[in-house]
């Protein structure tokens, strides 16, 4: 007996694929919606492989309303998780309007097409960047949003004002804000990982692609920074960790437990690790040195930034399972056989 019947919008993507992977292990139906716009139609391939089920994929440009309309009428949802969105911080400099237009409209369209269907369940897929530099760490859910340092945060940071706004008129729609921290790491089966169409610019698959010879050199962005080494800090979560969340989350949604509306919730680890502490952890896992060099801070960075997950814990009984080296061991594999 199914849980219900989930859109996972963005289902193809990094996140969204680990996610459909760990709903359907959890007796839910998946339909997944995605363009393709950042991922390939071969993730629904692996996502059979270690399932057994062909997820269904509707191809669809949800920042188009009247694709969005006809979707949401030709199927009825207990729910949806909505990944589907622009996510690269520098491109989101360079072309603002994309962002705005692509990642606000179909949060727009996910969300009258829920209510149009009279289902209203919906995770929405947010981002630590939303706390800017904070002042005081690790951050809680309580720590204020500061100044996005970005398009792409500023796009997150208005997607949750926006369920804000829904929720208070509409008591009936239930929604929870996940605030990701870095999602690193690829499923441990190998078949499916972090395959993006755009080439890799966070810190892991960086350092995998450099490992296997397909990048000459790593560029550490600053070392004289005030923390423990010089490099900066971050919170890597891995993906099925961060896949496990949105199930615990989407139950704790139809179980009419949340206290509050929206529920926002941090997922991190709760432990800040170094760039260079990132580098080593490569090395140990794979038994070789990695080619990096030390270059000049990136515009944008803040120091560090880590999460106090207790919260997460606590409401939604989430227990990260990996570490950072688990992290590495899954994405190197990944990487060898990608
Ligand atoms: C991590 C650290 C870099 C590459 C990203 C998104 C953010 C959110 C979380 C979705 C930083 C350093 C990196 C490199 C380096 N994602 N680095 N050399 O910027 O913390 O956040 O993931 O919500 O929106 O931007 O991730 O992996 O780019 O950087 O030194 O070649 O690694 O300076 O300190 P970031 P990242």
Known sequence: MSKGKILVTGGTGYIGSHTVVDLLENDFEVVSVDN??????????????????????????????????????????????????????????????????????????????????????????SSCSVYGNADELPVTEATPRKEAESPYARTKQMGEDILYDYCAAHPDF??????YFNPAGAHPSGKIGEDAAAPASNLVPVITEVGAGKRDTLTVFGNDYATRDGSCVRDYIHVADLAHAHTLALEYLMSDRATENPALFNLGIGEGLTVLEVIRAFERVADQPLNYDIGPRRPGDVVAVYADRSKATRELGWEPRYDVDDIMRTAWAWEQQR
């Open 174 to 179: 239930a929604a929870i804000l996940l605030r």
């Open 36 to 125: 393709y716009h950042n991922s390939k139609a071969g993730v629904l391939d692996g996502i059979e492989e270690i399932t057994g089920v062909r997820v269904a994929n509707h191809t669809v440009d949800l920042s188009d309303a009247v694709a969005a309309a006809k979707l949401f009428d030709s199927n009825k949802f207990d729910g949806a998780i909505h990944f589907a969105a622009f996510k690269s911080v520098g491109e989101s400099v360079t072309k603002p309007l994309a962002y705005y237009r692509n990642n606000l409209n179909s949060l727009l369209n996910v969300i009258t097409g829920l209510k149009r269907q009279g289902s209203g369940r919906l995770v929405f897929s």
